[in-house]
């Protein structure tokens, strides 16, 4: 692969991407020793430049002038989600401060303290799923366990009703791996899905409850109409409803695919398996490690410079895409020694798995704890847990949007 360190950006051709699908941590290493900046074909078919290096990943994801707003996209030069203005407006599309303004109105339901609170109802869902699949002798683990766990945890955070869930997974399957066979089937998702927060938000206007989701609309009503010469926090109605779809859909995917790979790392690792049932406690600190080794985000949300910036030694002009490869610094050796190796027991302070900067994961302290229970618990309660496939067999999508298994067939 190509070292464009010391290459003008009008001379690189972007290289394949295929390789970060068929074997990520293998191309990422060679793209990682061959330079720090490469010009690769994005998520989006574009060209795009990718980040590699730990060094360089940390403080780009801090640099204000790398902007996640797609108004400073090079015309022509990003094709990402489609999404209506109405799901649009959120997080992953904003600077301060629009940014700090949104964040500070939800962040206090991610508070530690408010999370902890949380683990008695969590573990609860935990102990019901695993019950269920007992009975079984064996399971589907995404399926059964690490996918309806988050899902469960996050609706009920927004008050969204069981009956609605099995409609959110199919969407959410649609937006992250788009079925080639099918274009459509995102657009339509994307439409079904504004229609279900539309509507969601209408009935809980008219009868509010006691969630999250109830708490923005009374925000967003009470402020709507309010002049605030400080500035007080509001919500736009766009706003509101890209917020409650951001955090179902962030809630949902980060977690069910940080639990499957974190089981699937442990059954890799039988003796790391065997010290964590027998040390329940440091199943916490394990989570940091499988968060670093094989975490849920291989990529940070694309950037915009604002202004050309150097990277790396490389020139990037402003207005083309900047893609931060979390997944390859957190593999950097020169951060994190024998890196390919899962060792709970190594220095993971800086792991950039859940982000760094302003835009540091808005629900890392929820993921943590779902994440701890759900290990703990299956670990605990099926001492014999293995694959029930061979390993080859064990598949992985096909995007690099996210790091997430397709089944984890599983017996014990």
Known sequence: ??????????????????????????????????????????????????????????????????????????????????????????????????????????????????VEALRAPVQRVADGLLDTMAAKGRAELVTDYAGPLPITVICD??????????????????????????????KEAIGAMLEFYTALIAAKRAEPGDDLLSDLIAVRDDTADTTDAAGADRLSEDELTSLAFLILFAGYENTVQLIGNSVLALLDHPEQLSALRR????????????????????LAIRRFPVEDVEIGGVRIPAGESVLLSIASANRDP?????????????????????????HYCLGAPLARMEAEIAIGALISRFPGLRLDVPRDEVRYRRTIRARGLISLPVAW
């Open 279 to 298: 040390n329940p406690a440091e199943v916490s600190t394990a989570v940091e490690e499988f968060l670093r080794y094989d975490g849920p985000a291989p």
């Open 157 to 186: 955070l927004l008050g969204i009703p069981a009956e609605d869930r099995r409609d959110f997974l199919a969407w959410s399957d649609a937006l992250i791996t788009p079925d080639p066979g099918r274009p459509q089937a995102m």
């Open 1 to 114: 692969m190509q070292n464009t360190a010391e290459t003008g950006p009008d001379a690189l051709a972007p290289i394949d991407t295929t390789p970060l699908l068929d074997d990520p941590y293998a191309a990422l290493a060679a793209l990682r020793d061959a330079g720090p900046v490469h010009r690769i074909t994005g998520t989006d078919g574009q060209p795009a430049w990718l980040v590699t290096r730990y060094d360089d990943v940390r403080s780009a994801l801090a640099d204000p002038r790398l902007s996640l707003d797609k108004r400073h996209a090079t015309p022509g030069n990003y094709r990402g989600f489609s999404l209506p203005p109405a799901l649009d407006a959120n997080l992953l599309n904003m600077d301060a401060p629009d940014h700090t303004r949104i964040r500070r109105l939800v962040v206090k339901a991610f508070t530690p303290g408010r």
């Open 334 to 358: 020169h951060r994190f020694p024998a890196p390919d190796r899962l060792d709970p027991a190594r220095d993971l302070s800086g792991h950039l798995a859940l982000g760094h900067g302003i």
